[in-house]
């Protein structure tokens, strides 16, 4: 596996353990939960990386760090107050 594809699959792989613990939290606030969405692209996106062996980084890495971007934003702007 080349560096790209086995930077895409740890990449993908973080994003699962925080989807995972986004969705477990029954107490999640609506909004954040609509991240799921949005981080399952960028796992989508990391995945086409990786299957290809790093041939496909374009454009599926733009798409990967555009949505990743977009979660952590999201994230960041979420109230201080929920432990999620």
Request: no cysteine; net charge neutral; glycine share 4%.
């Amino acid at each position: 596996m080349t560096d790209i594809a086995s930077s895409a699959r740890t990449a993908r792989e973080s994003l699962a353990r925080g989807l995972s613990a986004l969705q477990s939290d029954p107490n999640i606030p609506p909004p954040l939960l609509e991240l799921a969405g949005t981080i399952a692209q960028a796992m989508g996106a990391l995945h086409q990386i990786e299957r290809s062996n790093g041939a496909a980084l374009v454009p599926h890495a733009h798409t990967a760090l555009n949505n990743v971007r977009t979660a952590l934003s999201q994230l960041q702007s979420a109230p201080a107050h929920n432990p999620s």
